[in-house]
């Protein structure tokens, strides 16, 4: 999953919300179920994967499903209000900037649209995830988990040792989610006899392989004792960046173990290669899947008021060149 960041104007933005609180849009008609699902980049392959999956849903319970990409603040505020207009009854949302909550909670109470947290929880003002918000997610830290046990199984098959080598960590600070799975990482290594002290962020400004690239190149520069290296992120497209830096500087696939999330295109791309890349493995989540769960959960929401559970977590699979034909279908 790939987000793009917000910058400043929120305050003036949630002036605008609060005024338009008041003036609610009607909604669909008696039997008609419509439900909007906002997401922060439709070129992204796990958000692709994750309409495609609500469509699925759509299509089998026959209710509308309106799309729509939202990348700042500006493009939420609009997409709600043109949500409510078209009469959703409830919206999926997955958000840009966490700290958009309590605007982005208060303003659906007040049309009266059922509210579902996407991938990322809402956090209020003093930085507090908003678990009264129902949510819909992976389960970050345990996945996290999946990622540090792959790296140390593999580099002890390899032999590496301890001393040689260093942990890059691609990391986005504003994104629970993020470091919750940065954070299990490094605490399984840890536990493995890994040392923190030669664990090293590498903060990207970017959700994608080029910023991920720059960052990488970066830490690579204030550390030419690392032999060997592992590379944790979020998401695929980060640890491939990091991987291209690193081979960029001469490093061997033998010295590199970078361990993706979520096993998408970019995940298969690295796999299918005659030569193996630095991009040893990915936990696979289906985002086709959780888009389908999340959809029918809202659509039987609205319908049958059956309430999901405040905190769902999608589970993950560890995938490598050896598997992924099958578990990647």
């Not at 919750?180 to 392989?209: H, N, Q």
Request: net charge negative; proline share 4%.
């Amino acid at each position: 999953m790939r987000m793009r960041m917000v910058g400043g104007g929120l305050r003036a933005i949630f002036a605008v919300w609060a005024a338009a609180a008041f003036l609610a849009p009607g909604f669909a008609g008696a039997g008609e179920i419509k439900i909007g699902y906002i997401i922060p980049d439709a070129t992204d392959n796990w958000w692709q994967r994750e309409w495609d999956g609500a469509q699925e849903a759509a299509d089998k319970f026959g209710f509308a499903l309106i799309k729509t990409e939202a990348t700042d603040a500006d493009r939420i505020l609009a997409a709600l209000d043109n949500h409510a207009a078209q009469g959703v009854q409830g919206i999926l949302f997955a958000t840009p900037e966490t700290k958009l909550g309590p605007a982005v909670k208060n303003r659906c109470a007040a049309l009266g649209v059922k509210l579902y947290s996407i991938a990322n929880q809402f956090e209020d003002a003093e930085g507090k995830v908003m678990t009264e918000v129902h949510y819909s997610g992976v389960a970050a830290y345990d996945i996290g988990v999946q990622v540090g046990e792959a790296m140390f199984a593999e580099a002890t098959r390899r032999g590496w040792k301890w001393e040689d080598t260093a942990l890059m960590a691609m990391t986005i600070e504003e994104l629970a989610t993020a470091m919750e799975r940065i954070g299990g990482c490094r605490d399984t290594l840890v536990k493995r006899g890994f040392p923190r002290a030669s664990m090293y962020d590498a903060p990207i400004r970017s959700w994608d392989s080029i910023g991920s690239f720059n960052a990488a190149d970066v830490t690579i520069t204030q550390h030419p004792e690392a032999k060997n290296w592992f590379v944790t992120a979020s998401n695929d497209p980060i640890v491939v960046g990091a991987v291209r830096a690193l081979e960029g500087r001469g490093y061997k696939t033998e010295n590199i173990i970078g361990v993706g999330i979520n096993g998408g295109q970019e995940a298969r791309i690295e796999f299918e290669k005659t030569t193996p890349s630095g991009f040893f493995a990915s936990v696979f989540m289906s985002g086709h899947q959780h888009g389908y769960r999340a959809a029918e959960s809202m659509y039987r929401w609205i319908r049958d008021g059956e309430e999901p559970p405040l905190d769902y977590r999608l589970p993950g699979t560890l995938v490598d060149r050896s598997n992924f034909r099958e578990i990647m279908k």
